[in-house]
């Protein structure tokens, strides 16, 4: 790729060579021309709490100015893209419809087809697998629920990677954007994060491992509830707990439907 180019990353994102090296600093050394950063929520260091807006900033590895994208605004400003020959996006998911990270990725491809700039994905794994069978939960009721937690029907656990999401809403939304995707190499459908034998690298405060991943879909849904799913702890979203909830006699119950592979123990946090 020659010429100006805007990148969409965080901090999660890094190279599969070394799990040290920003993607974004990789670039810069390889010689593409990057003019400016766009960051999704938690902000260009994926640090940044929960639900909270994140300002403009200066990216203290790359030296250069960050659009932030989760605050005053949810995708780039047509001045922002103008003088760009394409912007690429760099942000590794988690496989769950209410992950924000790939509204982020669709707000950029309507603002890309709009402003006719090429976007080009830099496609990751998805963590959960990316067998069809394994998709599992409620489709969104779009006309009734539709905000920046889900724009489209997708069920919970889509099972797709963002740059086969991107390829999707690019054909269902009839944008015509000039989409380019660069596959993962060596990626499996049938393989979750752990067949990678890649470190997890955190991709936001709450989500510090696999195991916070794989529980996410479901616990997520507890967010909803008087219920902590452990935000602040090692532990998030591998627990659920009320200091008036009756832990012993919930692991019980819960272990008695017998779900194949999943044991509940009652736990103090």
Request: glycine letters at 8%; aromatic letters at 8%.
């Amino acid at each position: 790729l020659d010429g100006r180019l805007g990148l969409v990353t965080n901090n999660a994102a890094r190279t599969a060579a070394d799990s040290n090296l920003h993607s974004r600093v990789a670039l810069q050394r390889a010689g593409f021309n990057l003019v400016r950063l766009f960051s999704p929520e938690h902000g260009i260091a994926a640090s940044a709490p929960d639900g909270a807006a994140v300002a403009d900033e200066s990216d203290p590895l790359t030296g250069l100015p960050v659009v932030s994208l989760y605050g005053e605004r949810l995708r780039p400003p047509r001045a922002t893209l103008a003088d760009l020959d394409a912007v690429l996006f760099d942000i590794p998911d988690i496989g769950a419809r209410f992950y924000t990270y790939i509204w982020t990725l669709s707000h950029v491809l309507e603002a890309c087809a709009e402003a006719r700039v090429l976007l080009v994905i830099l496609d990751r794994p998805n963590p959960l697998g990316g067998n069809l069978s394994d998709a599992e939960g409620p489709l969104l009721d779009v006309e009734k629920y539709s905000s920046f937690i889900g724009r489209t029907a997708i069920p919970i656990r889509h099972s797709l990677t963002i740059g086969e999401l991107a390829q999707l809403w690019n054909a269902e939304w009839n944008l015509k954007a000039d989409l380019r995707v660069i596959p993962c190499s060596g990626w499996k459908r049938a393989m979750h994060w752990p067949d990678t034998h890649l470190p997890f690298v955190q991709t936001s405060p709450a989500i510090a491992s696999y195991e916070s991943v794989l529980l996410y879909p479901g616990l997520c849904l507890f967010e909803a509830t008087n219920l902590s799913v452990g935000r602040g702890t090692s532990m998030s979203f591998q627990i659920v707990g009320a200091p008036w909830l009756r832990a012993d006699e919930t692991a019980q119950a819960f272990n008695a439907i017998k779900l194949p592979g999943v044991v509940a123990r009652p736990e103090s946090f």
